[in-house]
């Protein structure tokens, strides 16, 4: 059953079609790349789910529900791009708080820090203030907060930047763990290997409109350019032939692109026709980042103002 | 609405924990009562000097004697010249030289008075009152005046002002009622703008450190900001009850600190003969008998909160309207502070002419009701205030308060999550009514 489904998803603002005509379906327990170039309307698209903006037409439903924003928002979490918290303010206080504005009564708030303070190893941080802490550091708090009151569906824009190595980690130990035990996770970014790494299904948005959407694995197959690269134990001289085209070559390595109409067995059979020892043989996957370059580029990389008529 | 209690908790709590608070809320009371018992204590203690005065009275202005009064000692020097005396009358044991030389009634002139360092305001104006009521008598007798007959003759009363009808009349103080107006206006309008201004920088501040997008996941813009007004609201009463506290202490402590004004406001309630000399005491008392304080009291705080409420909705949206900039959010609160300035100017006048047109109006128009009403009502409701009048002020108090928070919830839900420039006056309108 589906998380959330969002149907011809459609916001206009006044110089933007900042979303125009977006429809996609999350399943329960998948973690969910968003992704686009700046100004794509990732943001306005996400806090239209959280409900901090009503579209202008378009349905969204909340697991099998039509989206009611005031009893649903308790089951997001949402971690904005522009994110902050009070400076002032005592984390443990801080924490509490904004667990509270999630629907949580006061002892059961307190009682959710306190589980993922030590989970985190934060406990030393209760009684310190915001002003006190790394912007990694605070970052993590900021990733504490979002996910405390248990929601079904996260929302994480940009979760990494900031964060070293370690930390990184941890929280992404955490988005397998959470989607493990059920939650929908939504990602966006454009880090590209981020998303490989972690992601089940994509979609890229550009200029308001839906562009590619599928698994990872889908996505790669559907842009693959039938690029093989081949290691052999000795140097060819094999030039283009009917079966493929050489690419580049390197020692005694080549890169390959098969002609329409053959398989990767005709390559291999030519080459071993040739007596030439094969070492390796694998296909090139192109890379979420060079599809994502190659659907974007061309495209004005600004967004350019327009005139929206409705 | 639980998330509003929570907001407003925050927000309530986070202020009165903060060090300023609690500054502002015992040092400032204290502060001004330790200035006026200064004052007080000065005025007191004024003249208290030993003043030892030798008199050459060549003139014979004073038949050889001078009541000595209070801590004035006059000796008279008959066989010494002035030039001489002048190196001599410290050595004497003598704090001055009152000099009168030969002069013509109708002109009197050179008349000195020697010291070594310049003698005291008080005590110059004392000696000066003797020699005048001295030239006074020497003229009356001139002129064949009895000057005990003259004393009858003089008139010396205060006016009063019974106020009502039937039996319900009491006496006012037009001096008194317009002192405790200015003062619950002014009170009104320095309160309205700190608070004000909290709740803008709050808003700012939320918006600066990017915790706004984080909130409004969770609740509704308009619920964030009307928490916030209220949570700082509640700091604004909360410090309205301890410096009322604090006064009603001090009130007790003055007496004991200071008896000898105790003393003279005692016989100025009990409006015994003696009290005479403080005869200004006795209409300030019996002014301060005419106000109804809790009704006042009602309607300041009322006024306070129906005043503030219109205007931290409007400081709350210039604030979310600002990017970073402090300047900004100066250029932006002008069209705010403008209303809050006239109410103040309108209230000058409110406060000395209560029935004028202008002060009517001032206090039926919402923008500047808190400030003006308040400066009217010590005049009397019932009688200078109509009731009819006071009933619409308050309902258009509450109708403009709907009408701001409408509009600023607006300016706010858009203002909010707007980043890297400040809002124009134009856009803010679009953001209100366009969308």
């Known amino acids: ?310 | 609405m639980n998330k509003i209690w929570v907001i407003l908790k925050r927000e309530y709590k986070t202020r009165v924990a903060k060090r300023s608070f609690l500054l502002m809320t015992i040092l400032v009371p204290l502060l001004i009562f330790g200035f006026y018992a200064a004052i007080i204590a000065v005025a007191l203690s004024g003249g208290n000097e030993k003043q030892n005065i030798a008199v050459i009275d060549e003139a014979s202005l004073f038949d050889g004697k001078i009541e000595n009064k209070d801590n004035f000692t006059f000796t008279f020097i008959n066989e010494a010249s002035v030039d001489k005396f002048r190196d001599e009358y410290r050595k004497q044991g003598f704090t001055s030289l009152l000099y009168i030389p030969k002069f013509d009634l109708n002109n009197p002139k050179d008349i000195n008075i020697y010291s070594e360092t310049q003698i005291g305001p008080v005590t110059k104006s004392r000696i000066e009152k003797i020699v005048n009521n001295a030239i006074e008598n020497k003229r009356m007798i001139a002129a064949n005046i009895d000057p005990a007959k003259l004393n009858n003759i003089k008139s010396d009363i205060t006016i009063e002002n019974p106020v009502g009808k039937g039996k319900d009349i009491k006496k006012g103080s037009a001096d008194v009622s317009s002192a405790v107006g200015y003062a619950a206006g002014i009170l009104i309008y320095i309160t309205m703008f700190i608070y004000g201004m909290m709740v803008m920088r709050g808003v700012m501040e939320e918006k600066i450190n990017r915790i706004a997008e984080v909130i409004v996941s969770s609740v509704k813009p308009f619920q964030l900001m009307v928490g916030k007004i209220i949570g700082i609201g509640a700091v604004g009463l909360t410090q309205f009850v301890i410096w009322i506290i604090i006064v009603f202490i001090l009130q007790f402590l003055i007496p004991i600190i200071f008896p000898s004004l105790a003393h003279s406001m005692a016989a100025a309630q009990a409006n015994t003969p003696q009290a005479q000399q403080s005869g200004a005491l006795t209409a300030i008392s019996q002014g301060l008998k005419y106000l109804n304080f809790g009704l006042i009291i009602f309607c300041f705080i009322f006024y306070f909160i129906g005043g503030y409420l219109i205007y931290a909705s409007l400081f709350a949206a210039v604030g979310c309207s600002v990017s970073e900039d402090q300047q900004e959010a100066q250029q932006l609160t002008l069209p705010i502070t403008m209303p809050i300035v006239l109410a103040f100017v309108i209230m000058t006048k409110a406060a000395a002419e209560p029935e004028s047109g202008i002060a009517v109006f001032g206090s039926l128009f919402p923008l500047t009701s808190p400030i003006v009403m308040m400066a009217r009502i010590p005049y009397g409701i019932g009688s200078t205030v109509p009731w009819w009048q006071l009933g619409l002020s308050m309902v258009f108090l509450i109708m403009g308060f709907l009408f701001t928070a409408w509009l600023a919830g607006k300016i706010y839900r858009t203002g909010i999550l707007m980043y890297g420039k400040k809002a124009s006056w134009k856009e803010m309108w679009k953001w209100a009514f366009k969308s």
């Open chain 1, 1 to 310: 059953m589906s998380m959330l489904e969002v149907r011809n998803l459609r916001k206009y603002f006044a110089t933007q079609k900042a979303v125009d005509d977006v429809s996609f379906t999350l399943e329960k327990g998948s973690i969910f790349g968003l992704l686009g170039p700046n100004g794509a309307g990732k943001t306005t698209l996400i806090r239209m789910i959280t409900g901090i903006f009503y579209p202008d037409q378009g349905e969204i439903f909340f697991d099998g529900k039509t989206f009611d924003p005031k009893n649903d928002v308790v089951n997001i979490g949402y971690m904005p791009e522009e994110r902050g918290l009070y400076k002032k303010m005592k984390i443990g206080d801080q924490a509490v708080y904004l667990a509270q504005l999630k629907g949580l009564t006061h002892e059961k708030a307190i009682e959710k820090v306190k589980e993922w303070f030590i989970k985190f190893e934060m406990q030393s941080w209760w009684n310190k203030k915001i002003e006190d802490l790394s912007k990694g550091m605070g970052q993590k708090l900021q990733f504490v907060t979002t996910v405390l009151h248990d929601p079904k569906l996260i929302i994480l824009d940009e979760p990494f930047s900031g964060l070293d190595p370690v930390n990184s980690n941890l929280i992404k130990d955490e988005i397998y763990n959470l989607a493990q035990k059920g939650s929908t996770i939504i990602f966006s970014t454009h880090r590209m290997e981020q998303v490989e790494e972690i992601c089940d299904h994509i979609i890229l948005v550009n200029k308001g409109k839906k562009i590619l959407d599928g698994s990872v694995n889908g996505v790669k197959q559907q842009f693959k350019e039938n690029l093989f690269n081949i290691q052999l134990n000795q140097s060819v001289s094999a030039s283009s032939s009917d079966i493929f085209d050489v690419i580049s070559r390197r020692n005694n390595g080549l890169v390959v692109k098969i002609r329409n109409g053959y398989q990767a067995n005709d390559v291999l059979k030519y080459f071993i026709d040739q007596h030439a020892g094969i070492l390796s043989f694998n296909e090139i996957l192109p890379s979420l980042n060079e599809i994502f370059i190659k659907l974007v580029e061309g495209t004005s990389l600004s967004r350019q103002f327009q005139k929206v008529t409705v």
